[in-house]
């Protein structure tokens, strides 16, 4: 009993000091003064604030540039260790997390970012990233820096981006402004850094010439254009019938997509029509809910390869779209635990192809226990019945497909025969599109400074060529 009793004594004050310092922290930091821990290249004044710690920030700012020059994170480290330079612990031992930790730490910048961890827990002590779970804030310029805002902005987008496979700091987003393809806009599938905002904002600036908010960016429903319809004498009048669609009946013999865990996958009948030209570039219109795949321009950096070849035959390849995934089913309003499939319609111009995809017309697969009616293994609890199913999956068709069985007839005829007419100066299937400013204009420190600095640290006349593409 005299332990149990002591040890609850004892729990009950660590629980009153726990909180205790989460409200101190918490007045502090109502209060303006940010905590500042020891760091490489920082020491503290008498009145603890950070100054610069002349012995230590060279080795931080070589470690920025040589990132930005092109070495990886395990380079550094080893270089690091052949010099002998001291980490914040002072170790002479770096391993490759340990100069992420210093790429990452804002305040090489001069910022401060307040409450990147809390420890939810008394008992377990155990910290945990802040992930909007307590309240965060940024001081700007609270200490002189020792690299740049705009190297340290470019460093986080290599880090970013680093895992999908790009080496660029901010690739180019680009929008077709003419042509067949005129508003779509250029994916790279290994880019993050670029959400649907800006997307919107890019195909938007065709017409209004300036980056707007996404909110201006939607276009108001414009009148439809009256289509008159003359019928001669003797011909079959084919109005109040509609052309049925393919989806219903033949959907297995027309380029198809599908969206599916992270990746994009195209059918036979789709790679085929591309046959060895399977370098292709995938665009995206988010003002009208379209989708594009197209043969890529030669040495594009957004091609992928869409297609596998086996004995001269073409088949479907996995396109992968981690990076880009959420940013896609944000502008088509999808829902990242269903599988989407659209059916497409082919343009060919000589040697160039295209399918375009109307999203708003995606069909959508998912499992059974996510309609209402079934228990979470999959059986059914009441008598409702999915109308037609997909392997393991119910598929679902857009509302606005239950009134009518398709497009009236002489509306679609309309709609083909405007394509039909187009010349080939129209059409621009491969136009490259004009450069969209994101309004993040990044100054990095120039090659030959990097360069100048790194061969000045590292005490030798020769450096090994940095990867990074300029």
């Known amino acids: 009993m005299a332990l149990s009793f002591q040890a609850t004594m004892a729990q009950e004050e660590s629980h009153i000091r726990s909180r205790s310092m989460e409200t101190s922290l918490r007045m502090r930091l109502d209060g303006g003064l940010p905590l500042t821990p020891k760091l490489l ?20 700012k070589l470690i920025f540039y040589m990132f930005l020059y092109g070495y990886s994170t395990t380079e550094i480290a080893e270089t690091l260790t052949e010099l002998g330079r001291k980490t914040y612990l002072g170790n002479v031992k770096w391993t490759a997390g340990s100069v992420v930790q210093v790429l990452r730490n804002e305040r090489h910048c001069g910022d401060v970012r307040t409450r990147k961890t809390f420890t939810p827990n008394y008992l377990t002590h155990k910290s945990k990233k802040n992930r909007g779970d307590r309240p965060q804030s940024i001081y700007r310029d609270h200490h002189e820096a020792i690299v740049s805002r705009d190297d340290y902005i470019a460093v986080q987008h290599l880090l970013n981006n680093s895992k999908y496979g790009n080496k660029s700091i901010l690739p180019e987003l680009r929008v077709i402004d003419s042509g067949i393809l005129k508003g779509f806009v250029s994916i790279n599938t290994r880019w993050a850094g670029f959400k649907a905002a800006d997307y919107y904002q890019a195909a938007a600036s065709l017409s209004t010439g300036t980056n707007d908010s996404e909110e201006e960016c939607v276009p108001e429903d414009e ?103 959420d940013t896609l089913y944000e502008i088509f309003g999808w829902n990242p635990d269903y599988k989407y499939r659209v059916l497409g ?33 999959g059986n059914p609890t009441t008598s409702v019945r999915p109308l037609a ?82």
């Not at 080939?424 to 993040?440: A, H, N, P, V, Y």
Request: hydrophobic residues 30%; negative net charge.
């Open 345 to 377: 319609t082919h343009f060919q111009s000589g040697e160039e192809s295209v399918v375009l995809f109307n999203c708003d017309e995606a069909e959508v697969f998912f499992k059974p226990y996510m309609i209402g009616g079934h228990d979470p293994d």
């Open 389 to 470: 199913h997909s392997g393991s999956r119910v598929r679902a068709i857009p509302e606005a497909w239950t009134s009518s069985f398709g497009k009236q007839y002489y509306l679609h005829q309309h709609v083909t025969s405007s394509l039909e007419t187009q010349s080939e100066e129209d059409w621009k299937i491969r136009m490259e599109g004009q450069l969209f400013e994101t309004g993040e204009k990044l100054c990095v420190t120039s090659f030959d400074e990097l360069r100048s600095f790194i061969t000045s640290e590292l005490g030798r006349g020769t450096l090994q060529e940095g990867v990074r593409d300029e």
């Open 223 to 325: 009148p439809q254009q009256e289509v008159r319809i003359e019928v001669a004498a003797g011909d079959f009048d084919m109005r109040g019938f509609e052309i049925t669609r393919s989806e219903f009946f033949d959907s297995y013999h027309r380029p198809s997509v599908i969206f599916h865990d992270c990746k994009v996958k195209f059918n036979t009948d789709c790679v085929r029509k591309f046959g060895k030209n399977n370098q292709v570039e995938l665009l995206v219109d988010p003002i009208y809910g379209r989708f594009a795949v197209r043969t890529a321009p030669k040495g594009s950096r957004h091609a992928v390869q869409c297609s596998k070849v086996s004995d001269g035959v073409y088949y479907p390849k996995d396109v992968h779209i981690t990076a880009f995934r």
């Open 41 to 60: 290249g920082y020491s503290h004044d008498s009145e603890g604030n950070l100054i610069i710690n002349e012995e230590e920030s060279p080795t931080v």
